[in-house]
Structures are given as C-alpha cells and as structure tokens.
C-alpha cells in the first residue's frame, strides 16, 4: 500500500511513501519495548529537558512545519503556524508540571503508611487524525513521554510528512531512539498492533466508527483505551447574549480549520426572540469568509482535506435540503482545482435528515429556533455526540443551567470552544471517553499504584 501526500489546493500528488512490512513493524515494536526499559527509568528532569528542547525546535522552525500541514492537509498557513506553536506550550506545560502531576501522594492508613505512586505503564499506540496533524499528536505524546511511557505513532495516511516530521522533532531533541516513533501504516494494521503483547494501551482520535473498531480490540486485549471521536457540538444564543460577539465567534468557531474540527460549533440553536436578528448577521458574516489558497496568509477558508470528505459532506447537505431545508448561503462544491466547497448556512431543518443527525464535518452550519431555554437544551441534548458545547447568555441561571444541563464534556459559557494544555479535554455519550490534557491526561496511562508498608509488629522482633 502506497502512503501519499496529496495537495488538497489542487489535488496533485507531491509525494508517496511504501507502507511498512510486517517485519518492519516488529522490529520497530522491539526496539520500542526496549527504549521503554531504559525510559522508565529516566527523571523527571531529564525528560523535561528534553522536552522543553522539543518546544524549541517547534518555535524556531514553526513555518516549515506549518508549510507541511498546509500542504498535505489544506490548513491555511497561519492556523497552521499558530499549532505548531500551541504544540510548544503543550510541550513545555508537561514539562513543567508532570513531576508535581505524577508525585507520590500519602494516604490515610490505620497501620502503618500508605501512599498512590503513579508510575509508567509502557509502550502506547496513538492512532491520529489529519485535522491537527501536529496538535493532536502532541497533546498525547507530551503527556505520555513524560509519564515515562513510549510511543508509537499510527498517522493519518495523508499526512505522512508531518508524521514523520514530529519523530524527527523528539529525536533531535534527545528523547533516546525508539521513545517516539512513527509508523507509516493503514488502518489494516491497527488490531494487529493493539493485541500485540509490546503495547499496553491505546489512544485514537477519529470517527465513530474507527473508534468502536479500537475499542473493540482494545478490550479483546483487555488494554486501557482513550477514545475522543468527535462531535456535534451545540452553539446556544439567548436573548441577554452579546449578539455581535455572539455571531463574529459564531462564524470563527464553524469555519476554524476549513470546518474540520471536532469541537467546531456545527449547532446553532437560538431564541426565537433573537433568531431572525442572529441569522441575518450570521449569513452576512458566513457570505464574507474569504476562501482561497490556504498558502496566502488573508485566507481564511481552504479546501477540504480529501475529494471524499468534501462528496461525503455535499451529500449531507443535499440531503438535509432535499428533505426540506434552505441553504441561506453556498450549499455546493466549488468548481476548479482542488477540494473547495461552499461556506453555508442551512435553515429549516427537517428531524432525521443529515445535518440533524449526522456530524457535518466541513464548512457547513446547520441552524435551529428554540422557543426557551429548556428547548435549547432539549436541542443541544439531542445529538448521540457528547464533545464540546458553547452557550451565550448574562444570565445567571441560564449559565447554570447550561453547566448542569448539557450533555458534554466541556461547555464554554459566551466563548468559543477550544482546547488547552490546562484542562481536560474529551466527551461523553457517542464522543468517546477519557480524557486528554490536564493533570487527567496523564493519568490516563499510568498505573495508579496503591502502596502500603505495614509498622512491624513488636511480637515478630528479635529478642537477641
């Protein structure tokens, strides 16, 4: 099997890689297995040296990474700088705080002394989508490497440069080799590897399906699994909302990374009061996105990362129209080279088409009415999906509410949802479990070890 980079600006192949074979493969596992010997037992400083070194070769070389991403995947340039350099402070917030994170914590005990020791449980498997090819990746393998584990890394197949770009950016900066490596395989060989007896867990980001293929495995082998298989996440307006604010972050928080995020906004559910008002604008600001060439730094919308993402994505929405929606604005792809489709606005959306079920995956906003704030949460709630969710409201048992109501693992109160090194991040329901980042995230994949040392009893002493 053939591994490519293709361009998604103009769909032309740049570069191709061969798969590894099946002894490749083992090799690289042993090697793994055994850099996880020698890991384990390095400190918390060292490795942080290390890592703190791995945030500066992301500083400083940020352009041609970000130039990587762009090409393989269509992130306009300067979203793809700005990851890099948000992988820096992940690296930098692990080594920093994973000694404190990790630190032996005492117990209460009626005899003698307990304590929970966290301690490194071996080689992990991360499997890594393509929408933040540099981020995703990192915000495992930050927290992993200074936990003490090792780890393999399963790219996305078309993003193979940026997978191997980020082993070379742990290997030059000193992490021993077979710490992190990157293995360019399909997904034909992700079961395999899970049940191999040299990994001892798993992390997948991805879709639903992919998700419950790994957790299968995963619990075929009995191995932990950490699973963030995205969302559909709800954008909530009432009336006391700041609705400028409101909808200019509307806007950001669907188009962001060309629509292609898991914790995107892809909901809008506002008060009736408000909604003619909010949709007006909203349009207005979906009609300016300037989409072109993600390699010019005013592009704000490139293209989608795969001719099939973009066809599976127009489907959707010719169907939610076909069953009776609007499109407001866009609503198909656009002609000429490359994967480019339509900023859009659907309206009127009918229970059990796509954009009411499905998540859209691509620049396109699915809006709904809510007559109060017990059907906006109804709405929000609706979806199988459990990610992120943002709701905009000044008042204060609206915003309490939102907090103890809505079915997610984060809800951002009139602010747009984003990922960061200090909180825990991931979902519930259909978007997975576990958690990534924060003090959770790693502790994810440690051995969370009680220890008790009984006080020798006086009657076993010696009498010598």
């Known amino acids: 099997m053939s591994i490519a980079t293709i361009n998604p600006a103009n769909g032309r192949t740049l570069r191709t890689f061969e798969s590894l074979t099946r002894e490749e493969i083992d090799t690289k596992l042993d090697l793994a297995a055994t850099a996880w010997a020698a890991h384990r037992q390095t400190t918390f400083e060292q490795r942080a040296t290390w890592m703190n070194r791995a945030a500066e070769l992301l500083e400083s070389e940020d352009h041609s990474l970000a130039h990587l991403m762009t090409v393989e995947m269509g992130k306009p340039i300067g979203a793809a700088v700005a990851e890099v350099k948000k992988c820096a402070t992940a690296c930098r917030y692990y080594a920093d705080n994973a000694v404190r994170f990790l630190a032996d914590e005492s117990a209460p005990s009626s005899d003698g002394q307990a304590r929970i020791s966290y301690q490194p449980i071996g080689v992990v498997l991360a499997v890594m989508p393509w929408n933040f090819p540099f981020w995703q990746v990192f915000r495992f393998a930050a927290p992993a490497l200074m936990a003490g584990n090792c780890g393999v890394l399963k790219h996305s197949s078309n993003v193979p440069q940026c997978a191997l770009a980020i082993e070379d950016v742990l290997r030059r900066a000193g992490f021993p080799e077979g710490v992190f490596q990157t293995l360019l395989i399909g997904s034909s060989e992700v079961a395999a590897l899970i049940e191999d007896d040299r990994i001892a867990a798993v992390t997948i980001t991805g879709s639903e399906g992919a998700g419950r293929s790994v957790a299968e495995a995963a619990g075929r082998s009995l191995k932990k699994s950490v699973l963030e298989l995205g969302g559909s996440d709800p954008f909530i307006v009432m009336p006391s909302a700041d609705i400028e604010a409101a909808v200019s972050t509307a806007v950001k928080a669907r188009m962001i990374n060309n629509g292609q995020s898991c914790i995107a906004a892809k909901r809008f559910i506002v008060h009736k009061s408000i909604y003619d008002d909010f949709v007006e604008r909203f349009v207005a600001g979906v009609k300016a996105v300037k989409v072109g060439d993600p390699m010019e730094g005013s592009t704000e919308l490139g293209p989608l990362a795969t001719s099939a993402i973009r066809d599976e994505l127009d489907q959707q929405v010719q169907k939610t129209v076909s069953a009776g929606a609007r499109a407001l604005c866009g609503g198909k792809r656009i ?23 499905e998540e ?66 991931g979902g519930v329901k259909s978007s997975g479990y576990g958690r990534e980042l924060g003090v959770f995230g ?18 076993h002493a010696s009498t010598e």
Not at 442 to 459: D, G, L, M, Q
Request: glycine content about 8%.
């Open 335 to 357: 002609d000429g080279e490359g994967y480019y489709y339509e900023p859009t606005v659907l309206v009127d959306i009918p229970e059990g088409s796509p954009a009411d079920e």
């Open 360 to 425: 859209l995956f691509g620049p396109v906003a699915s809006v709904f009415k809510a007559r109060d704030l017990d059907e906006a949460i109804r709405i929000a709630n609706s979806t199988k999906f459990g990610l992120g969710s943002s709701a905009w409201t000044s008042d204060y048992d609206e915003i309490e509410r939102f907090i103890a109501d809505i079915e997610a693992g984060m809800v951002f109160i009139n602010g747009m949802v984003a990922s960061e090194a200090t909180l825990p991040f």
């Open 442 to 459: 790693i502790r994810e994949f440690v051995n969370i070890k009680s220890v008790k040392v009984a006080t020798p009893s006086t009657s």
